[in-house]
């Protein structure tokens, strides 16, 4: 029962709290309550926006991470204090790493107690400091709107990432006072946005003289929606596209420039393309060690050009050639009007014939696989569904066989590879997309993680699909000590799983089974159709496969091993 | 240590000068960044400025170059910070200051004092056996100073780390 507030009693700092969320647009707050938490989950009595109950808290962050990433705005985590707030790390982790947009609201014990191991106190300030963009712990009512005002604009700008806002509960019990839009303070926090119109102007002549140029297309692409512009500049220059993990969608990998997803299990000739090319320009990449194992060795003679948002991803891994700070949108879009068209006629000759040369392909010759069934799912749903992913094979088979042509349309954990993330993260695309078709290809390991939240999207009737790719291993593991460690099996045999038709019944969630190569369309199909709900897509696929071609981690793309090797391979020297 | 070691290191040992903003938790971020990168802080100064919102902080570190550019955009990157910057030795004002108490026989007494002299060194306090030594300096000067004070065999040392001041016009 809900009752009534006086209306000439001042708004608790709570109430305030969550009036500045509504006045932002917030829709949805995934969370879990808890005592330090009340006044604030006491606030939400009444208001528009939505609570989504969770069942853990670390699959409300990747709800919200989901959420954020399908809409572009930041998904809002509500938690308790102490383990509330601990469980919330990973996800944060997860943002932080892939710069997404998210604020974390943590209940905590009151101001008196702080520092004095009161009951469910965690120092969550210190513990996230490192996979935050920004944190606060409030310690004054009236500082509210400010810090929430911060929190979004900080979280959703420049290079967006999670900010924390840790709240004592005397704090958010006490009357509020200030204005809802207060002034920002915000001195140190400068967002690049155009770019240097000389710098553009210098990365324009570069592209003078080459034969052979390639557009590496990352995550901050997605991130600016910078599509369209990248889209221009590829066919002004009639040049060929490759796209990192997270790049997929920023340019349709169905276009006759797109070589597909590059890296550790990229598609070979966009790996051969990164040898053969004589100038490359990552546009919103990071050249993190997916793509570039051994820097030294990375497209050893062309010439290096980057752009992104983030100065300090300038050098980090790559000395470029010409960069330029800013927007990869706006960047693009004036870039485009510098460079001359190039003739790369036999450039893209030389990669169409790589491309018929070493094509993608799997076998369903010993049973169904795993790319049998993605690809399956690619053909019924036509390449329109949001797809989410957890980390492992799966993922790596998802990204090269279910393309993506559009922005917001792929959800993975890219730079943290987090287990348990795609099926949480379908649950806040879902939300945040309501009418879009939303599949969340998980693998048998990381969906145990999180298959807790089958209650919360049961609940509330959300017609995504889960579709488990079951070998019942961990299986990228499993891979790398076949291929470099003598195949000694060790802490990878999933020995145990639950029978996941029977499990989704338990939650009320209609499951499908495929394991005949000959039912997987029609299941699918089947599967595809049932939107009275979620449900859970059962399919066993072969236990030992591997993924190819593969760039043994550490190495650069001349050492990618395309067909399963016969030799035995020496142990990576990178890390993971 | 053999010499060459000693320029290696020192050519490795780089001063960072940043104004940041005073809030609490800020100095955590920023010694954060430096130890993930594996920068040891030889020493560090947090001070206030002529406008109360902001505080000065003056790091000094060993490390290689690459990683010190890393360090300097990371810290730059976080929000409490307006600017972080490195200092070149020929291009700014640096000084330091130390105390030392020494020990101090009759019979040590006068070569004491004229190192004092020398380095222009100020006694604040002394007992029978003991003199405690204010020098203010560059870092060398009181490395120097150290250097041959400690055959009087120094009890206690502390030094404040070093403070620096761009000249003229640039700002620090």
Known sequence: MTTKRSPDKPLTGAEVLIKCLENYGVEYIFGLSGGAAI??????????????????????????????????????????????????????MTAHMDSVPMIVLTGQTITGMLGKDAFQEADILGISMPVV???????????????????????????????????????????????????????????????????????????????????????????????????????????????????????????????????????????????????????????????????????????????????????????PDASVVGNARLVVEELVKHVEPIDTKEWLQELNYLRKQFPLKYSCENGVTAQQVIDALYQVTKGKAIVTTDVGQHQMWAAQFYLTDQCDYWITSGGAGTMGFGFPAAIGAQFGKPKDLVVAIVGDGGFQMTLYELSTAAIHKLPLKVLIIDNKYLGMVRQWQELFFDNRLSGVDLEGNPDFVKLAEAYGVKGFHIHKVDHVKEVLEEAMKYNAGPCVIHAEVIKEDNVFPMVPAGKSAYHMIIEPPKTKLEKPTGST | MNKANSTETKKNLHTISLLVVNKPGVLVRIALVFARRGFNIDSLVVSPTVNPKFSRMTITATGDKATLDQIIKQTSKLIDVQHAGEHKHETAIELELALFKVKCKPTSKAAIYKLIKRFSAQVLDFTESSLIIQQTGTTEEIDEFENLIKKYEIIEMIRTGKIVMAPGKEPT
């Open chain 1, 133 to 319: 963009k920004h944190s606060y712990l409030v310690k004054n009512t009236n500082d509210i709107p400010r810090v929430i005002k911060e929190a979004f604009y900080i979280s959703n700008s420049g290079r967006p990432g999670p900010v924390l806002v840790d709240l004592p509960k005397d704090i958010t019990s006490a009357p509020c006072t200030a204005v809802l839009d207060p002034e920002m303070d915000l001195p140190g926090y400068i967002v690049p946005s155009k770019g240097n119109k000389n710098d553009i102007l210098k990365m324009a002549k570069m592209f003078k003289g080459a034969k052979k140029p390639l557009l590496l297309i990352g995550h901050g692409a997605v991130i600016s929606r910078a599509g369209k512009a990248i889209m221009e500049l590829a066919e002004k220059l009639n040049c060929p596209v490759t796209n990192t993990l997270l790049g997929k969608g920023a340019f349709p990998e169905t276009h006759r420039l797109s070589l597909g997803m590059l890296g550790m299990h990229g598609t070979a000739y966009a790996n051969k393309a990164l040898i053969l090319c004589d100038l490359i320009l990552s546009i919103g990449s990071r050249w993190d060690d997916r793509i570039n194992g051994n820097p030294a060795e990375f497209c050893i003679g062309a010439k290096k050009l980057h752009i992104d948002i983030d100065p300090a991803e300038m050098g980090k891994i790559i000395q």
């Open chain 1, 39 to 92: 006044p604030i989950f006491d606030a939400l009595v009444g208001s528009k926006i939505k609570l989504i109950l969770v069942r853990h808290e670390q699959g409300a962050t990747h709800m919200a991470d989901g959420y954020a990433r399908a809409t572009g705005k930041p998904g809002v985590v509500l938690v308790t204090s102490g383990p509330g707030a601990t469980n919330t790390v990973t996800g944060i």
